[in-house]
């Protein structure tokens, strides 16, 4: 397959392009910034300098030609504010997802947040908060787009543990951690797995092997 995955140079992306590369799928990563393309390179991906932020669904959707899935795991990441967790989290999800109907690109993933289907809770952080209703915005919208056979996966809290390669993937699993590397795996599992599309799913570590767990969602 011809995957282009947005936010290439996130920590998740990057695992998911070494993952795809290394099984013959030809990658490009859609990044900011000209001086990340290296590391792309270095996971076997294909770098595409394109602010998302800015450009236009043209520009985008050019870059998604001939393109067979899309994963959506850009964010305005550590550091930044209230404003842009809305232009990239919300924002940018939206440009890709018009980008894909654009140029046919049906298979559309999204990595979200456990969180993101309801309110903050009164207390939480202001920039935190505004981050998960900007996931939040931005699974709706794409939930109700007919031109695209999305699946949308939300992770609990993420780590730079190893991964274990067994994880709980389920429509509610309840609050836990889980390592950027199996968020990386069940990815892959996901893009092979049509069973999944409409669906929106959280993950956690757990006792389930990847590719297991994908296909007993895929079945109920």
């Known amino acids: 397959m011809r995957i282009v995955i947005a936010g290439g140079h996130g920590q998740i992306a990057l695992r998911l392009e070494r993952l795809l590369a290394k099984r013959g799928d030809e990658v490009a ?27 236009s669904v043209e520009d985008v959707a050019r870059h998604m030609e001939g393109a067979d899935a899309a994963v959506f795991a850009a964010g305005a990441g550590p550091g930044s504010g209230i404003e842009r967790k809305d232009t990239v989290d919300r924002g940018a999800a939206a440009v890709f997802a018009d980008a894909a109907e654009a140029a046919g690109v049906r298979r559309f993933l999204v990595v979200s947040s456990m969180g993101a289907d309801r309110e903050p809770p009164e207390g939480t952080d202001p920039v935190f908060a505004a981050y998960l209703r900007a996931k939040g915005a931005a699974d709706t919208d794409v939930r109700a787009r007919a031109g695209l056979d999305w699946t949308i996966l939300r992770p609990g809290r993420l780590t730079d543990d190893p991964g274990t390669g067994l994880v709980a993937l389920a429509e509610a699993t309840g609050r836990s951690e889980v390592s950027r590397d199996d968020v ?31 296909r007993g969602v895929a079945g109920g």
């Open 29 to 55: 990563g859609i990044i900011r910034r000209p001086e990340q393309a290296g590391d792309l390179l270095a996971a076997g991906a294909e770098p595409v300098v394109c602010d998302l932020e800015s450009a």
């Open 184 to 214: 990386a795996a069940v990815l892959v599992e996901l893009l092979d797995e049509p069973g999944t599309i409409g669906r929106t799913l959280e993950l956690i570590g757990g006792e389930v092997p990847v590719g297991e767990a994908v």
